[in-house]
């Protein structure tokens, strides 16, 4: 299963060439994944942050295939490519128009509240579980 989110690129993204500068995309990415966790899994940033637990990007892989511009309305797709025991690997593209404009792969550790790697709770396993690519 996918989920889908649309960002539209506004001026504070953008270079002085009108542009995306790159970094942009890395807040556009964890905007996704956050509201993943939010809409998908039911489990927020900031019930995770309240809980003392969370989910670091561990490894960030970028492809980036064509630029986008002030005003383009990206559309984003995600699903995870792997889900490991307190791990997934979560694949991000963004197109406008049909344009492939780049590809992320992003790991996420889900960390419990002493800070180190903890197995997913079962609830979410399964729901991370119905959105890998193969499911």
Not at 5 to 31: K, L, W
Not at 67 to 72: A, Q, V
Not at 118 to 124: G, K
Request: proline fraction near 5%; charge should be neutral.
């Amino acid at each position: 299963m996918t989920y889908r989110r649309q960002i539209r690129i506004e001026f504070n993204h953008c270079d002085p060439a009108g542009i995306v500068f790159y970094p942009r995309y890395f807040e556009m990415t964890n905007s996704v994944v956050e509201n993943f966790f939010r809409d998908v899994v039911g489990y927020p940033f900031d019930a995770m942050m309240a809980d003392g637990t969370g989910v670091p990007t561990a490894r960030v892989e970028t492809d980036f295939k064509a630029p986008s511009r002030l005003g383009d309305l990206l559309d984003w797709d995600l699903v995870v490519e792997r889900l490991g025991g307190s791990s997934a690997t979560f694949r991000l593209t963004a197109t406008w128009k049909g344009q492939h404009r780049l590809t992320a792969r992003l790991t996420l550790v889900r960390l419990g509240t002493d800070k180190r790697p903890t197995r997913w709770p079962d609830a979410i396993r399964a729901t991370l579980a119905a959105h890998l690519e193969d499911a």
